[in-house]
């Protein structure tokens, strides 16, 4: 391995390199673009591609990308060389500020919930200069945001970017009330967790569900799961070290923070985790790292499975989506202060968000909807579907003494909190809550319910909006204060009041909890087709159009395709179900049932050996596949039928509540007979083989 220091970003067109190739003046503007969002001349474009286009080559690259995030979930890009045609049948290695700036891919032929139709292929590609170029398998990849011909956003990265911008101008407009005039950009930072499953290369080739849907269709309990809890923690093997070690040098070459690594509480399952960095160079390098851990598995003869629910019976896996805001003066504003001022500072950033997470919980809710979480979320081992926030013990007394006008009595000191005094709050010493949705853990929320395959551009997207709402509404009030001290006070109190049913430090999987959730007017949004509705609500619409972060027409787009994705995805697992059932599971029964008979009969034609064995074993499958036959009838005449629905949140209903519960009922059958089969004769890998090969 090389030296790890010069190995970071060596693929990076990175600050270093940028101020060792680019003119102090060019370095400058380009610096002051990325700091302050300010745009960039064209000529300063041309100089900054042509230092990054030398820079590229000799590193051996000899195309380029426009790098994007559309509605797909993954990346896309469309390569182009270097070269230009001159005189006498050469070229030369050229490339301009303006395929720099722009580029042009079939906007078509990506989700866009009608916003493009086919015949309307035109969308354009914008480079994003907030986050750093990088070569990637001989290509110079240049981040970009992704638009229609009539500017609609089509992509991920567009409203991120957007609501960035307009957190930082509330957040500006909060922070020059309460006197911090030195600071002049807020920024939301992200460090994304991402958890996921290995499986032998070979064993996945033999499992049509697995290389079709990214999750297991069928699958019988192993008589080891992770009841023993041995697996988290644990001593990594040998193969996965291996594997782990190779990733890290590949993300570490792209710059990418990535810092740990260990076993998760799976079988197989793993955890990879970096260190934070801007939500948008966050979003980049977890899409970066999702791709680089499924091909470097490939190298090791492994799969990487992102899946949010690979196997039933066995945790899934998520994306805990770790969020703050932090100050160009390197301010954290979720971190507790050592004096009065920063304790303000801190209490109205809390306030607001807890107001946020409160008013908005259906659209976070929202923001995590996909047909591969609706398995994870409330399966205990992530959080349920309703949304709350865990403060801890002490931070919550401390509101608490703030709304009741009480003194707080720490352990170390006592405090007054009202309208005369705002002194320190110690920082959180609390335990951590695992199940909570939204925990704040000492100077930053958890985000646990994104699924491991989620781009973390929507649930941060929304989580900037709706922090920025509160702080609007915050700034507008305080703007007007007369006596900002009393007036400040009264906000957070006032705050604490109208939105602390939204606080939770208990055990969020117990039945109890989900009674009183309702009880204090929380939603229980258990699914994907319940979710959605919220999101093209008159209230979800105004908040995004008030802020410029999406128009009605892009609200309303996202939402069908969200829908679309869904019944998509259910379609191909249920014709995934009925392919299986008839060409693997059926044919491997009949073979067995042959076997079975011939035993019995040719102890028959013996005499005196009794065959009721072979009679109770073959009468106890014959049953089970005939059941098995006639619910793959019964699933594919709902199938059928679903796809007949023409309204689309109708057509995702029918997928949710009529042909899913349908799979499930097969999949029990089909289970149940793979305890009965020989195990030479089941036609693929059990949950055993696949959670225990590596």
């Not at 009330?177 to 080739?205: H, M, N, S, W």
């Not at 070690?245 to 260990?262: A, F, P, S, Y």
């Not at 409160?358 to 081992?381: F, I, K, M, P």
């Amino acid at each position: 391995m090389s030296n790890i220091a010069e190995l970071f970003g060596s693929l990076v067109f990175n600050d270093k390199v940028m101020r060792d190739r680019l003119p102090a003046k060019t370095y400058k503007a380009l610096r002051q673009t990325m700091r302050l969002g300010k745009e960039l001349a064209p000529e300063v474009a041309d100089v900054v591609a042509n230092a990054m286009k030398d820079w590229a080559i000799e590193k051996g690259a000899t195309h380029f990308t426009h790098w994007f995030q559309p509605m797909t979930g993954i990346t896309a890009e469309k390569h182009d060389s270097f070269i230009t045609p001159v005189a006498d049948g050469l070229i030369i290695m050229d490339f301009s500020g303006k395929e720099l700036i722009k580029g042009e891919p079939d906007a078509s032929s990506f989700p866009s919930g009608g916003l493009r139709a086919t015949f309307e292929a035109r969308g354009y590609t914008a480079w994003d200069p907030t986050s750093y170029a990088f070569i990637k398998d001989g290509t110079l990849c240049i981040p970009t945001a992704f638009c229609s011909y009539s500017g609609e956003a089509l992509d991920k990265k567009t409203p991120l970017l957007r609501s960035m911008e307009t957190l930082n101008h509330q957040a500006i407009r909060l922070l020059r009330i309460l006197g911090k005039t030195d600071v002049a950009r807020v920024t939301a930072t992200v460090g994304p967790e991402q958890e996921y499953f290995l499986v032998d290369r070979e064993l996945y080739k033999k499992r049509k569900d697995l290389i079709y849907t990214g999750r297991t269709l069928f699958g019988a309990k192993p008589p080891k799961g992770q009841e023993k809890e041995d697996h988290y923690f644990g001593a990594i093997r040998p193969k996965v070290a291996a594997y782990m070690q190779d990733l890290d040098e590949e993300l570490w070459k792209l710059g990418i923070l990535t810092k740990t690594r260990h076993n998760e509480v799976a079988p197989s399952q793993h955890e990879q985790a970096p260190i934070f960095t801007t939500v948008n160079i966050a979003t980049d390098h977890n899409q970066l790292t999702m791709e680089i851990m499924q091909k470097v598995a490939l190298r090791h003869g492994l799969v990487c499975l992102l899946h949010e629910k690979p196997f039933a019976g066995v945790n899934g896996s998520g994306k805990h989506n770790n969020w703050s805001m932090s100050t160009d003066t390197g301010v954290n504003l979720l971190e507790p202060g050592d004096n009065p001022q920063d304790n303000a500072q801190f209490l109205v950033a809390l306030a607001a968000i807890i107001k946020a997470v409160d008013t908005y919980q259906d659209l976070l809710r929202v923001s995590v909807a996909s047909a591969g979480n609706d398995h994870r979320l409330g399966a205990n081992e992530a959080p349920p579907a309703i949304v709350s926030i865990f403060l801890g013990d002490e931070l919550t007394n401390i509101l608490q003494a703030i709304e009741e006008d009480k003194i707080y009595k720490a352990d170390h000191e006592d405090m007054y909190i009202g309208v005369k005094s705002l002194p320190p709050i110690p920082k959180d010493t609390t335990d951590r809550n695992r199940t909570s949705p939204f925990a704040f853990t000492g100077n930053k929320f958890e985000f646990r319910m994104p699924g491991s395959s989620f781009s973390i551009a929507g649930p941060n997207f929304v989580i900037n909006t709706i922090v920025a709402e509160s702080l609007r509404i915050f700034s507008d009030r305080l703007e007007k204060s007369k006596n900002l001290h009393k007036d400040l006070t009264a906000l957070v109190k006032e705050t604490i009041t109208a939105h602390k049913r939204i606080i939770f430090n208990g055990n969020n999987y117990t039945d109890e909890w989900a009674i009183e959730a309702e009880k204090r007017g929380l939603s229980n949004l258990k699914t994907t087709v319940e979710a959605m509705p919220a999101f093209i609500s008159e209230e979800s619409i105004d908040l995004f159009s008030r802020h410029g972060i999406l128009t009605e027409t892009e609200v309303r787009s996202r939402y069908d395709i969200t829908l679309e994705n869904y019944t998509k995805t259910m379609a191909i697992e249920a014709q995934t179900v009925l392919e299986i059932s008839r060409r693997e599971i059926m044919p491997a029964l009949a073979k067995y049932q042959s076997l079975l008979c011939e035993s019995a009969l040719a102890k028959a034609q013996l005499g005196e050996i009794n065959a009721d064995m072979e009679k109770q074993l073959l009468a106890a499958i014959s049953a089970l596949a005939g059941n098995l036959y006639q619910k793959a009838e019964d699933l594919e005449n709902l199938l059928t039928q679903a796809k007949g629905v023409e309204r689309l949140q109708e057509q995702a209903g029918a997928f949710c509540y009529q042909v899913f519960p349908a799979m499930q009922e097969l999949r029990a059958v089909a289970d149940r007979l793979e305890t009965l089969v020989a195990a030479e004769y089941w036609p693929f890998p059990t949950y055993g083989d696949l959670l225990f090969s590596v």
